[in-house]
Each structure stands twice: as structure tokens, then as C-alpha cells.
């Protein structure tokens, strides 16, 4: 069964600073979400990837994707408070279009 | 406002009673899909619909949820004889078929079974 695991869980930053977020999968999928989730709110989409190597980016948010290690990253560049959230990566298993959704990284930018 | 709409938003009740969600997908997407979301959670694929075809109702999690999308446009959620287990947040999302298939989600229907 495809797991999608997500580090780390929780993750406190100053403002300014630059971090990572990793998703991590099990099994074979070329396609992968991240989603961005407000409290009490729904989900956003932020980046779809669809393929080995794909890097998008907007604003101080770039995600990439290497589906030969199953990781795909969420870069967080000059964090700002706005960044606050709870990030979501999601798998889709393929063929399938079930997405199959990581734990989450709860996000809190410090001022 | 042309996004994925569900209903009611938020529902109470007591346990072992009936409730019903809504949702109504972004108007040209044949794609439908349930999920479910506890507290601390990723969200939990429970089914999709493809037009008016349920393709996928494994994950239901009993025998006591439904869905159905008889027009091939809004669905509905059932949840009978509710248990307190059954508190989540219901989410609906929709697609297109083919191309990025992009899910697009509504704002949710929080349950709470007392």
C-alpha cells in the first residue's frame, strides 16, 4: 500500500530564514500535489508535478520532484509570517486518481 | 463564485442518526471525490465519481457511508446511524478527466457526533 510521508511533522522558523520540507513515497507515482491548508480552512493548491525533475516555483515557495528516489521537496526561501500553514504533499497513485495524502508539516514563521 | 461548494458547513448531532452532505463540483469538472480529514490529519480518500459512475468505493469506510451523484453533477454524502468516530471533516474535491487532473477542493462539512 502506497505511504507518503512527510518531514518534518512540525516546524518553527524565524522570518528570513530558509528551510525544507521532504515527502517521501513508497511506491511508483509521477504525479504529486502540494497542498496548503489554513486553519478551519481548505486546501490550496499550490504546485502540481508531473514528471522526473520538475521544479516549480512561486513566489518564496519552490517545490521539486525526483520520482527515481520517490522525494519531492517543498523549499522555503526569506519565510514570512503569511507562510504560516500546514503544508500538504500528496501522491497520486497511479492510474488511479486517488491521492493519497502525506501527515502534513505544520508550519509557523516567527516574526 | 464558481468553486466547489459544499453543505451544510457545519453539522451537530446525536449519535446513531442520519446525516447528508452535499457537495457541488466546479461546473465542467467530470470528476468527483470524497474525502475525509481528522483532526492532525492528511486528508483520507473515500471515493470518486467519474460523471455519474462510481468508480472507486472501496475505501468507504463501512457499510454505513454512501455516495452517490445521480446527474453527474452534485453528490451527496451519507452517513447512517452515526457514531462519535464519525466526527471529521468531509471533503469534497473535483477534476477534470485527463490532463494535470488537478483536485480542486471545497471548503469542507465538519461533523460532530455527540
Known amino acids: 500500500e502506497l505511504k507518503v510521508e512527510q518531514n518534518p511533522l512540525f516546524l518553527s522558523m524565524q522570518e528570513g530564514k530558509n528551510y525544507t520540507i521532504y515527502c517521501n513515497y513508497s511506491?511508483?507515482?509521477?504525479?504529486l500535489y502540494w497542498y496548503r491548508q489554513d486553519p478551519g480552512k481548505s486546501l490550496e493548491s499550490l504546485f502540481v508535478l508531473l514528471s522526473n525533475g520538475a521544479v516549480k516555483q512561486e513566489g518564496r515557495l519552490m517545490a521539486s520532484l525526483d520520482t527515481k528516489a520517490r522525494l519531492s521537496t517543498l523549499h522555503i526561501t526569506a519565510a514570512v509570517h503569511d507562510l504560516s500553514a500546514t503544508y500538504f504533499c500528496?501522491?497520486?497513485?497511479?492510474?488511479?486518481?486517488?491521492?493519497?495524502f502525506g501527515t502534513g508539516t505544520r508550519l509557523k514563521v516567527l516574526a | 463564485d464558481t468553486g466547489v461548494s459544499q453543505n451544510p458547513r457545519h453539522k451537530i448531532t446525536k449519535r446513531g442518526q442520519n446525516v447528508t452532505f452535499r457537495c457541488d463540483p466546479i461546473?465542467?469538472?467530470?470528476?468527483l471525490y470524497w474525502y475525509r480529514q481528522t483532526l492532525g490529519q492528511g486528508p483520507e480518500f473515500l471515493t470518486y465519481?467519474?460523471?455519474?459512475?462510481?468508480?472507486?468505493k472501496s475505501r468507504l469506510l463501512s457499510d454505513r457511508f454512501s455516495a452517490e451523484r445521480p446527474k453527474g453533477s452534485f453528490s451527496t454524502l451519507e452517513i447512517q446511524r452515526t457514531e462519535q468516530g464519525d466526527s471529521a471533516m468531509y471533503l469534497c474535491?473535483?477534476?477534470?478527466?485527463?490532463?494535470?487532473?488537478?483536485?480542486?477542493f471545497g471548503e469542507g462539512s465538519r461533523l460532530t457526533v455527540l
Open positions: 474535491a473535483s477534476s477534470l478527466a485527463g490532463g494535470t487532473a488537478d483536485q480542486f
Open positions: 511506491t511508483t507515482s509521477d504525479r
Open positions: 461546473s465542467e469538472h467530470n470528476r
Open positions: 465519481f467519474q460523471n455519474e459512475a462510481q468508480l472507486e
Open positions: 500528496a501522491v497520486d497513485l497511479s492510474g488511479t486518481y486517488k491521492y493519497i
